[in-house]
């Protein structure tokens, strides 16, 4: 373990380090030391042997104090939901003027089968998938000039989750938990919302990596309804609660005997962090996760089917405190639509419409827009032209695109966005970023400002060095901050 993470410099205590982790919540004082300082001394108010989930100040004060990311896994065709252009219709079927490499074989351009419609006070247009989503246009900001690194999903994924694309590294989420805590000692501070399992590269989306294990994401299947299937083993059948108080206390004090002997283990207090997590959850996690407890015409407003419930889910958690909320739209890679565009993106955008409106209308009335950031996106867009597919379920079906990671779109909106605006363009048919060119790394990096921090300051020794979400990259882009 490296000085320069600990909380307090190590000559300035009278006891020893393993005398004084003991006697700090018999040994999960720990969790409070490790990894909570970085060169800026941002975490230097907190006290010894805090919980490590407990709100802590930013760099600077931050208009966003929460977050949910609506991550559309797969891949959304940005040309055929935010992002219109008039110049597919005028060479549909025909081979665009311009040099595409692409990472299938592809063909002619395929203009988009979906109306758009000007929204708002902006004006902005709309495809009609999003016609619902498009009522709050003047709250967005619509970024149409994203761009990534690679085109496949893994890589991607990874880099817009981790800000790496090929290492372990840890997500925005934990990072984020990291750096701020969360606001309820009761529910995790970083939930990840994904029904019938997980995502493609799994639980790397919401890992730790080298951050502390109890800033990991919590990982919820949403196909279930019943709140016992939702989070398994909530209820203990056999034991009282006041019993399991009793046996968590037993339990404690002999693990603070195990760490007396074998020195500070970061993944058993972890575990130990789980333990009492898990614990406190019985009586709010039941709460939380319980839709149905919600009156009739708010359930209608969110409609039915499993994005309804899981976005509804979004809302109760950061009502109740919860730091970062990540929806995924389902297991695997659902936007992926390489064939049947038409027919798979109406289907998908149709789940989640009319809940993603409940949703930003519901933080609006409640006030809770103001500061929490909303993120809608997936890893990378989809390509102006029609793929042509030789082989596999989708030979001979020209229909769909192929990845595109040289320019998409991601919208955000609240916590201090300036919305009802499209910011930076792609080129005429929706190819390549050309205008106010956004990397991932710089995404990150306006999100970390808005949350109040300096994206090169929120660090984190590990091997000898200094990580960051961004790495060595990352420039903010202002005209997206009100």
Not at 146 to 158: G, I, K, Q, T
Not at 205 to 218: D, R
Not at 395 to 406: C, F, L, S, T, V
């Amino acid at each position: 373990m490296n000085d320069k993470n600990l909380l307090l410099p190590v000559e300035e205590c009278s006891l020893s380090r393993r005398s004084l982790l003991r006697q700090c919540g018999t040994g999960l004082g720990v969790l409070g030391l490790v990894g909570l300082l970085g060169d800026d001394g941002l975490l230097q108010t907190a006290q010894a042997g805090a919980n490590p989930m407990m709100p802590r100040p930013t760099h600077f004060p931050g208009t966003a104090k929460r977050v949910i990311h609506l991550f559309m896994n797969g891949g959304p065709s940005h040309v055929d939901t935010f992002d219109p252009k008039t110049a597919l219709q005028k060479y549909d079927g025909k081979k665009l003027p311009l040099d595409l490499r692409t990472e299938r074989k592809t063909g002619a351009a395929m203009a988009s089968p979906f109306k758009f419609k000007k929204y708002g006070e902006c004006g902005l247009e709309v495809s009609e998938l999003f016609q619902k989503t498009a009522e709050h246009i003047d709250d967005i900001a619509v970024i149409r000039s994203m761009y990534a690194d690679a085109p496949n999903h893994e890589p991607s994924l990874r880099l817009m989750n981790c800000g790496e694309s090929r290492l372990v590294r840890p997500s925005m989420g934990s990072w984020v938990t990291y750096g701020m805590g969360t606001e309820n000692q009761n529910l995790p501070g970083f939930v990840a919302l994904c029904p019938n399992g997980y995502p493609t590269v799994g639980t790397q989306n919401w890992q730790t990596a080298f951050l502390p294990g109890v800033f990991q994401g919590t990982h919820v299947d949403t196909r279930h309804q019943d709140v016992k299937k939702l989070i398994e083993n909530i209820v203990n059948p056999h034991t009282s609660y006041e019993q399991q108080k009793q046996q968590l206390e037993a339990l404690k004090k002999l693990n603070a005997m195990h760490l007396d002997q074998r020195g500070p283990d970061p993944a058993l207090n972890a575990r130990i962090q789980s333990y009492e997590l898990a614990y406190r959850m019985q009586m709010e996690a039941t709460d939380a996760f319980d839709v149905s407890r919600e009156p009739k015409h708010v359930l209608e407003a969110y409609g039915e089917g499993v994005q309804a419930r899981q976005i509804l889910i979004a809302r109760r958690l950061v009502e109740r405190g919860v730091r970062y909320v990540q929806v995924w739209h389902d297991k695997g890679q659902p936007w992926d639509n390489h064939d049947d565009l038409e027919v798979n993106h109406r289907r998908l955008a149709g789940q989640c419409d009319q809940a993603i409106d409940a949703l930003l209308n519901d933080l609006k009335k409640s006030g809770l827009l103001e500061d929490t950031l909303v993120i809608w996106g997936g890893e990378f867009g989809r390509t102006p032209v029609v793929e042509m597919p030789t082989k596999g379920s989708n030979a001979g079906k020209i229909n769909g695109r192929d990845h595109n990671h040289y320019g998409f779109t991601v919208w955000m909106a609240g916590g201090g966005v300036k919305g009802g605006q499209a910011y930076g363009a792609t080129d005429e048919f929706g190819f390549k970023a050309v205008e106010n060119r956004m990397h991932v790394h710089d995404l990150h990096a306006t999100i970390l400002k808005l949350l109040g921090f300096d994206h090169k300051r929120l660090t984190y020794r590990h091997a000898g060095r200094d990580f960051r979400l961004t790495d060595v990259h990352g420039e903010i882009h202002e005209g997206l901050i009100a």
